[in-house]
C-alpha cells in the first residue's frame, strides 16, 4: 500500500460494542478508514473475499467460527493479509494459537488505542 492511501481495515468481533468503540478509534484517525465490520469468523471470511482490507482485527473467542479458525482461512485465501488478533486474555497459549494461524501481532482488548493505532500503522507498512 502507498503511505498517501488510508490504510483500510476490517473489524472482526462478536460484540457491537466493541465493533463500535474500534470503529470510531480507527476512523477518528486521518490515515485509516473502517470498510467493514463482522460479527464472527464465518463473516470475516466471506467479507474478505470482497473487499481485502490491508489490516484485519480479529477478536479470538467468537460463535460460529472463532478468530483463530478465521484467520487460517482468510491466511490461505489471502497470504498477504495483515491481521492483529485480539483478545481480553493474553495467555501464551492463544498467542501462540492466532500466530501460528497466521496472525501479524496480538493486543490485549486493555491495551491503549495507541497501541492499537500504532500496530495498524506498523503493519500495513511491514513490506516497504
Not at 466493541?18 to 477518528?28: E, H, P, S, T, W
Not at 490491508?54 to 467468537?62: F, G, H, N, P, W
Not at 486474555?89 to 501462540?96: E, F, G, K, P, Y
Not at 500466530?99 to 516497504?128: P, Q, V, Y
Amino acid at each position: 500500500m502507498k503511505r498517501n492511501e488510508k490504510i483500510t481495515v476490517l473489524l472482526v468481533d462478536d460484540h457491537e460494542m466493541m465493533r463500535q468503540g474500534l470503529c470510531k478509534i480507527v476512523n477518528d484517525q486521518k490515515d485509516m478508514v473502517v470498510i467493514g465490520e463482522a460479527s464472527n469468523g464465518k463473516e470475516a471470511v466471506e467479507l474478505c473475499r470482497t473487499i481485502s482490507p490491508d489490516t484485519i482485527i480479529m477478536d479470538v473467542s467468537m460463535p460460529v467460527m472463532n478468530g483463530i479458525e478465521a484467520t487460517k482461512v482468510i491466511k490461505y485465501q489471502l497470504p498477504n493479509a495483515r491481521i492483529i488478533g485480539l483478545s481480553l486474555h493474553d495467555s501464551t497459549a492463544i498467542i501462540q494459537h492466532m500466530r501460528n494461524a497466521g496472525a501479524t501481532a496480538f493486543l490485549k482488548k486493555d491495551d491503549a488505542f495507541e497501541t492499537l493505532c500504532k500496530t495498524i500503522r506498523t503493519i500495513a507498512f511491514a513490506s516497504e
